[in-house]
């Protein structure tokens, strides 16, 4: 048995037309001037903002306006909306979108309760005191922001993409309307499901796994995901299987799926990080296009999961096979097929890139930095064994 | 898809010892005097309560004791304890034991931060305005108090027990050491895996289910506690089962089990508490003696429910079977060879009470009018269906 410490406290309200409590919400855990923050303009054209206004108006609530949040969050907006909350008196930062948009409003929440640079708390340079209160009214199914502790930024003028956990930063709450996801293209809807299975996958496969319960609840998480992912490829406006989606996004992140787990892996995505900092690739594609060489690499250190998983998640059927080793490659290439049902790649070539094997030295090498020499638990993976799984993903 | 809300903001600290923290949290929720409140001498001389005391002197916190909470926790030792508690200015309740001591807490709770006597929030006279912070340190897996929003006191001069539910009292934090419960006799054990179990199974059974996410997590949670309460009873000194069964005790009841459930049933709890209150049977075995009667009257309003029950938790063969109401039947016996494995009663002789029809009558019409006229979604029960329930489980 493990020791644990589980702490979700965001209150989430889920369902058709929710997103027109935002402005209560925000009212109750004490907002007087909301920053409203978003990303592109369909937010704008397709009327969700003047929606969420509109109820902000009706609650009393102050409230400016800041757009033009990028997958991969820049450093560069966010000390934007530093700017401008702390001119403007903001006590409140209120999310319309997804992990971007969310993870970009926490650190501004962050630039709001603590002084200088909020970078600072990403590098590790210090540790934040608090965080300005920060609402989310969700859009995109995927990135678990909405009620995690992390918050993830690039600063792209070098390059390094980098997360900073603190429970401070968790939301007070997460509007949650499966509707709002039903306007994204197939490609963000596909990477939204990898990025969700990975938020549960990191934390499953771990050699010191000791609860049953959380593994039911971890294995009928990643089952939902993975059916109802396979029902929206044939059917995008199917509600009832985004609102699956949606849900099992967040729960996938919160910390419930790695009760008594000793610990979380996170390796794919601090190799994945990479990518995306370099190439801009999108994070969920750039997952599928890692974990089965990653999966491959390790699988040796914690067979058994590979093999639970193979079982319980993919369907491998053990009849047909005859050694454990066999049952894990099967659900490995499982989940390279079901990649492909969904039409992401499962290596970097298909992820688009043609990298060298200079490209793949220095991306290993930033991974190592950025881990702090080593990242990992399935397996402790150091610089030399990034390098190798990079090489595995571009053959 | 229905619409949910769902908020469970108790951090857990799960973990051999982890009581020594109780200190440090409830200093860190704002605490300066704590009144810590258990049940019998079991805790002080087991030397929990001087260990909580002493965390709580070495967090520098004023503290005085209460004891003497009893199972159907008792509305006098509550006003005892609003007294005591405003005499010394207590600002949190720490509750040291099982769900009956955290109830008793949060009443004492309620009556810190309102005015008058919290009896009115049980009985619907007033709305509670806030709630003093309550923590727990949990000795008893079964209830799912420590993070729950209910709160359920026996009012025993007029026999009345009564639940009442507001966020206002879920507790701050849920200290939760499996360690604690290891010297619970086995027939409290088995009544707390009857009771953890009823608490999803209340939400699992109602026709307007529509998440597959949600039944996963039921299922899976209820799987855990089938299977490790027959472990506890060949074994009661397994930490690991321990572990299983006391955090499946906490999410079967912090709102995780029915979110787009549409709602929940609930109603077996309320034909159970009038058996408890006019006989004062322990709640967890006067759950197994009404639940077979009560799933048999019901069944055929939600039968699709009943035989996934059957196939999913209780592990039956549909190949043995001709019609789904040959299943669901199956799954209800399987549930009752579960309670005979647990030494648990089925129906009110086995629970030792030998009735009369006009004491069923009155249980009867008791309960409907403690329901305000009815219960229940899976069948919404009026007065003759729970005379009728009450019969067929006397029979």
Same mark, same amino acid.
């Given at each position: ?14 369902? @058709?037309?929710?997103?027109? +409590?935002?402005?209560? *919400? %925000?009212?109750?855990? #004490?907002?007087?001037? !909301? &920053?409203?923050?978003? $990303? ?34 820049? @450093?560069?907006?966010?000390? +934007?909306?530093?700017? *401008? %909350?702390?001119?403007? #008196?903001?006590?409140? !930062? &209120?999310?319309?979108? $997804? ?52 918050? !993830? ?243």
């Amino acid at each position: 048995m493990n020791s644990f410490t589980y702490y979700a406290p965001t209150r989430v309200e889920f369902g @058709l037309g929710a997103e027109s +409590k935002a402005g209560q *919400l %925000a009212k109750e855990y #004490g907002a007087t001037k !909301v &920053l409203v923050h978003f $990303g592109g303009e369909s937010a704008v054209r397709s009327g969700l903002i003047d929606r969420v206004c509109a109820s902000l108006d009706e609650a009393g609530l102050f409230h400016v306006e800041l757009g033009g949040v990028v997958p991969n969050p820049r @450093l560069s907006l966010v000390h +934007k909306g530093v700017e *401008l %909350a702390r001119a403007e #008196g903001v006590d409140f !930062v &209120l999310a319309v979108g $997804g992990g971007s948009v969310i993870d970009s409003s926490k650190s501004i929440a962050y630039g709001i309760a603590n002084e200088g640079d909020p970078w600072d708390f990403n590098i590790g340079l210090r540790k934040p005191t608090g965080c300005a209160p920060v609402g989310v009214v969700l859009t995109i199914a995927a990135a678990g922001s909405e009620m995690s502790s992390s918050c !993830v930024i690039t600063n792209e003028e070098t390059n390094v993409k980098k997360g900073c956990n603190s429970d401070f930063c968790r939301p007070k709450f997460a509007i949650m309307n499966p509707e709002l996801t039903l306007s994204l293209p197939w490609y963000q809807t596909a990477c939204g499901c990898v990025d969700i299975m990975m938020h549960t996958m990191e934390r499953y496969f771990t050699p010191n796994a000791t609860m049953q319960i959380t593994d039911e609840i971890a294995e009928g998480l990643l089952r939902t995901v993975f059916e109802n992912a396979l029902i929206l490829r044939d059917n995008p406006d199917d509600i009832d299987a985004r609102a699956e989606v949606m849900w099992a996004g967040s729960l996938a992140h919160n910390g419930l799926t790695d009760c008594g787990n000793g610990g979380s892996d996170f390796a794919s995505h601090a190799l994945e990080h990479e990518l995306s900092a370099a190439y801009d690739v999108t994070h969920g594609a750039g997952l599928a296009a890692i974990w089965p060489s990653w999966a491959r690499y390790v699988m040796d250190g914690c067979l058994d999961r590979f093999v639970q998983f193979a079982l319980n998640v993919v369907g491998v059927d053990p009849e047909e096979y005859e050694t454990a080793e066999e049952i894990a490659h099967a659900g490995i290439e499982g989940m390279e097929e079901f990649y492909h049902a969904l039409e992401m790649p499962t290596n970097l070539h298909e992820l688009g890139l043609d990298l060298s094997d200079d490209d793949l030295a220095e991306r290993a090498r930033r991974c190592a930095a950025n881990c702090g020499g080593s990242r990992g638990i399935a397996k402790v993976l150091y610089e030399e064994d990034m390098l190798e799984i990079y090489r595995m993903a571009n053959a």
